[in-house]
């Protein structure tokens, strides 16, 4: 049994293994343990697997270690991710006691590569929200301070791998749903290139946005998980063709001559200030180690943000039709068809997801889908132009990843607008498909962390993660910053 | 209805025919697309529609679609889109149906047909990609059930220009079209058990005008006979509705087939708005002429070239050609036949009476038939070299049919060699006239039609085998002596 498991990397997991030291379903108990010591402050886990995760740890064998890179390592997926056998809820009442017959193509890969899912956590309600209060179960808390949220949509993710009760987990981020989580609980949380990590077996918020990624304690173990989800599936259309390059081998390469740049008058950005303090600081210290940073325009945010809620709600009220109560999930059982689609679906879905579907409707309504839809198809269209402009300048672009640190539970449940606005930052990479990575750069004066987003173009998953590693490195938030104390 | 009120109003229809293609498996799965398994066990998350399944394109029903396309002369997009129709149904899993909206696979082209002599043209408007949906199986208790095995099965819709003035215009064009289908073995065409599916729309205006009435749909119809049925059944409605000083609603009819009759839904119902978007789970699809012309050298001869080369080659009539054209198995078959015997026009009698008829008889398809093209070349050779008389010929391929025996077996086996011996004959022609007097006499009187008596006796005397034509001869010539 080990006793500190808070803190271990999947490198350290490794090396215990390799060392003989520990068996994986000691391994798993430890860290269960942990769960059931700490979580019931924090809330991550909507599902705790305890005795499949152990039995499965047990079925691992040694000598297989070499060729399965998360060989005994515990994860975590958040709840909208497709588990055979195991209830997948995204956080609805609709899809209470839901078991998918089969597994997430990202849920075979972790299989295949000797992870044990150690269970699923809390988000908002597929997906849709900033703070994961949105779930219809229950709330998470920031483990840095139980009064926060956690940030969302992939809180649970996030607030699991804060607080140490798994070294990694998995996310989906459809307009910054994995990165303003992990910004907010001072933890690494990516999302690669559109179309890099197979979205089968994801269930779908808005299917043109939609990534699954990583969630880690530092880049090393996030792009350690995303070399193994990565890679081309045949069942998603939308996934890209070439084979995935080693996240983990990019580590390794110097930063070399890696443009930086930021936002163009990022003085002047709405932002708390210790957010801009921490980008202020970022930048200089790009400066002082003799680089250039340049200033780049960047797509008008408040038009990416419009275009991001057409679009996305779109395809949200589309992909949520089927929850009707007719083949799974929640039913109310009516005498009228009609009656039950409307029984069902009103009780069945919480607020935000009924406000997203009734705006995806009446944008894509006839009459009314030429002034919002397409136009925020255009709209879209700008903005990959723009960041494909932006990337033939620079290779990197350094931003916040949430305006502010992470906001009280309650705050701004009653305020969409301030909600969807924590996201302004991080939406414009999913508009574009880019990928973009957010890493712990500080804390605030309230002893909350602030995260620095990096961008970086089409397929450039590589030279994002050098830029984000010698960013962590410099920032030093592991060794300068003792962790949350959680329980 | 008379003819002047028809005269008088010009009836438009147009066409909107879903065809099942006949592929392996589903357009977006790799579940099998048979017909008629148990209720739910051809299924799989994503033709269940389950929570993060996501489609993929099966290029075999995109090949055969672009297949349909070339053959009623449309042109094939280098780009199409799927997108979602959204509306809420219980047979329709994710409630919404992955269909083409905008951009279309295959768009502009035309059918032409003939009717009464006349060649007609219809244009085709579209033919585009999308996926059926589940059958809803109503209980006695008015509970519901659904079967979501056909849910994915490709399908293709054929969209006619309203070109087209009667039922019986509307028929021939989906006859045609039906053959076409067959002719590329790319749907069953069975309207019954659904693989064929045809809505309609129909006005009418005031002959001389060039303005559209306005359209009403018909659903519902299952069989060729209730398309033409509801169509003339509509037209008489609207004619009965204008000439009343009524107005034309826009509605949707159902026919009821039991009653012979339209049945209208409440329009209510059928105010959808699919709210169509591109379907962000696929790619647009991409066809490059490489693909196009690898699916046109699977092209083949299509029904209405090969009716006309039958005619013109074979001499044969509109009537025949067109039997023999109906499916391209029996065209094949009738070919081979024609070729192997040697002899079109009587290949294509025996085509038309005995083969048919016995394929009707046993329920089997041309391809299940016992007699293959070469066997029945055998029988009909020597029907030509007079070694059996037709109507012996008949017996024999009763035999062949049920028998793996050649042509030449079976007359040895029967004994049914005919008999053009003229001492043989003449000794059983001898005895028919002695056994039979009066006729002789009434013969002999100029009642000269009893030929045929006579030959006929002389037939029965010689169980078929007797040469007719020189039977006839010879009892001529000794009658008249
Ligand atoms: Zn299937």
């Known amino acids: 049994m080990l006793h500190d498991v808070g803190k271990l990397t999947i490198a350290d997991i490794r090396r215990l293994y390799s060392e003989e030291r520990v068996r994986p379903a000691e391994v798993l108990e430890s860290y269960l343990n942990r769960i059931e010591e700490k979580d019931p402050a924090i809330g991550a886990f909507l599902h705790i697997f305890k005795e499949k995760a152990i039995e499965e740890a047990e079925t691992l064998d040694i000598a297989l270690m070499e060729s399965k890179p998360l060989f005994g390592v515990p994860i975590a997926l958040k709840d909208n991710i497709c588990t055979k056998g195991k209830p997948t809820t995204c956080a609805s009442r609709i899809l209470e006691g839901y078991v998918p017959p089969y597994d997430a193509t990202v849920v075979e890969r972790l299989k295949e590569a000797g992870a044990v899912i150690i269970g699923k956590t809390n988000m908002d309600e597929f997906a849709m929200g900033s703070s994961t209060e949105n779930s219809a179960f229950q709330l998470t808390h920031n483990p840095w301070d139980t009064d926060y949220a956690p940030g969302g949509s992939s809180g649970g993710s996030a607030a699991a791998v804060a607080a140490g009760m798994v070294p990694v987990a998995l996310g989906s981020d459809t307009g910054g749903s994995i990165r303003q989580p992990a910004s907010l609980c001072g933890v690494v949380g990516m999302k690669g290139t559109y179309g890099r990590v197979s979205r089968y077996g994801l269930v779908a918020f808005a299917s043109s946005f939609d990534q699954i990624g990583p969630i880690g304690k530092n880049v090393r173990d996030t792009a350690f998980l995303m070399d193994v989800v990565s890679g081309h599936d045949p069942h998603d259309s939308t996934s890209i063709q070439e084979s995935h390059s080693s996240l983990v081998e990019a580590l390794e390469e110097e930063i070399g001559d890696l443009t930086f740049s930021v936002p163009r008058g990022f003085r002047d950005l709405d932002l708390s200030p210790s957010v801009r303090e921490a980008l202020g600081e970022t930048v200089e210290y790009l400066r002082n180690s003799g680089r250039e940073v340049r200033e780049v325009e960047l797509p008008d945010l408040e038009a990416a943000m419009a275009c991001y809620y057409i679009l996305a709600d779109a395809e949200a009220s589309s992909n949520l039709a089927r929850y009707d109560g007719v083949r799974y999930g929640y039913r109310h059982r009516a005498d009228s068809l009609i009656e039950m689609y409307e029984k069902t679906r009103g009780e069945g879905f919480g607020e935000e997801v009924k406000r997203r579907i009734l705006t995806g409707t009446y944008v894509l309504s006839s009459g009314y889908y030429d002034e919002y839809y397409s136009r925020a198809q255009k709209v879209r269209a700008m903005i990959i132009e723009d960041f494909r402009r932006v990337f033939s300048e620079v290779d990197v672009v350094i931003t916040p990843t949430s305006p502010t640190p992470a906001f009280k539970l309650g705050e701004k449940v009653d305020n969409p607008i301030a909600m969807y606005l924590s996201d302004i930052f991080t939406t414009t990479a999913n508009i574009a498909g880019i990928p973009a990575i957010s890493i712990p750069a500080r804390l605030s004066p309230e002893g909350l962390p602030i995260g620095i987003q990096v961008m970086a173009g089409l397929k450039e998953e590589r030279k994002m993660i050098r830029a984000a590693y010698a960013l962590e490195k410099e920032f030093d938030f592991q060794s300068k910053v003792s962790g949350p104390e959680v329980g | ?481």
């Open chain 2, 1 to 481: 209805m008379n003819v002047t009120e028809v005269q008088e109003y010009v009836p438009v229809i147009g066409l909107e025919v879903h065809a099942q293609l006949l592929t392996k498996t589903k357009i977006f799965c790799s579940c099998p697309s048979t017909y008629g398994a148990e209720p739910n066990t051809l299924v799989c998350p994503v033709c269940l529609g389950l929570p993060g399944a996501l489609p993929v394109l099966n290029r075999e029903a995109v090949s055969m679609a672009i297949l349909m396309g070339l053959a009623t002369n449309c042109t094939i997009a280098e780009e199409s889109v799927f997108a979602r129709k959204n509306y809420f149904y219980p047979d329709c899993p994710k409630n919404y149906q992955i269909s083409m909206f905008d951009k279309p696979l295959c768009a502009d082209g035309f059918i032409e047909f003939e009717l009464d002599g006349e060649t007609k043209r219809v244009r085709i408007e579209r033919i585009h990609l999308e996926d059926d949906a589940g059958k809803l199986i109503h209980e006695e208790d008015g509970g519901s059930l659904v079967d979501f095995n056909r849910c994915g099965v490709p399908l293709i819709e054929i969209v006619s220009r309203p070109d087209m003035h009667s039922a019986e215009e509307a028929g021939a064009y989906l006859v045609m079209l039906r053959k076409i289908l067959r002719y590329l073995g790319i749907c069953s065409g069975n309207m019954e058990e659904g693989s064929l599916r045809c809505d309609v729309n129909v006005s009418v205006m005031p002959a001389g005008s060039s303005e559209f009435g306005t359209k009403t749909e018909i659903k519902n119809l299952n069989s060729f006979k209730a398309v033409e049925m509801g169509i003339r059944y509509e037209i008489e409605r609207q004619i009965e509705v204008l000439k009343n000083g009524g107005k034309i609603s826009q509605v949707t009819n159902l026919w009821d087939s039991g009653a012979k009759k339209l049945v209208t839904m409440r329009s209510k119902e059928y105010a959808h708005d699919y709210r169509y978007f591109p379907e962000p789970d696929l790619l647009p699809l991409e066809v490059d002429d490489e693909w196009i012309d690898g699916i046109r050298t699977k092209m083949v001869e299509l029904p209405l070239e090969r009716e006309r080369r039958f005619r013109k080659e074979y001499n044969l009539s509109s009537y025949d050609a067109s039997v023999l054209c109906s499916e391209k198995k029996i065209a094949d078959y009738y070919e081979e036949l024609a070729s192997i015997a040697g002899d079109p026009k009587l290949s294509a009698n025996w085509m038309m009476r005995e083969v048919m008829e016995e394929l009707k008889e046993q329920s089997v398809s041309i391809e299940q038939f016992s007699l293959q093209p070469e066997r029945l070349a055998g029988l009909i050779r020597l029907v030509k070299e007079n070694v059996v008389s037709g109507s012996a010929a008949r017996d024999v391929f009763k035999e062949m049919v049920k028998s793996n025996e050649s042509a030449e077996e079976v007359v040895r086996r029967l004994g049914l060699e005919q008999i053009s011996g003229e001492g043989e004959l003449e000794k059983m022609i001898d005895e028919v006239i002695a056994e039979n007097p009066r006729e002789v006499e009434r013969y002999r009187e100029g009642k000269i039609q009893l030929l045929g008596f006579f030959v006929g006796q002389v037939m029965k005397k010689s169980r078929g085998k007797a040469n007719p034509k020189l039977t006839g001869e010879i009892i001529k010539r000794k009658l008249s002596g």
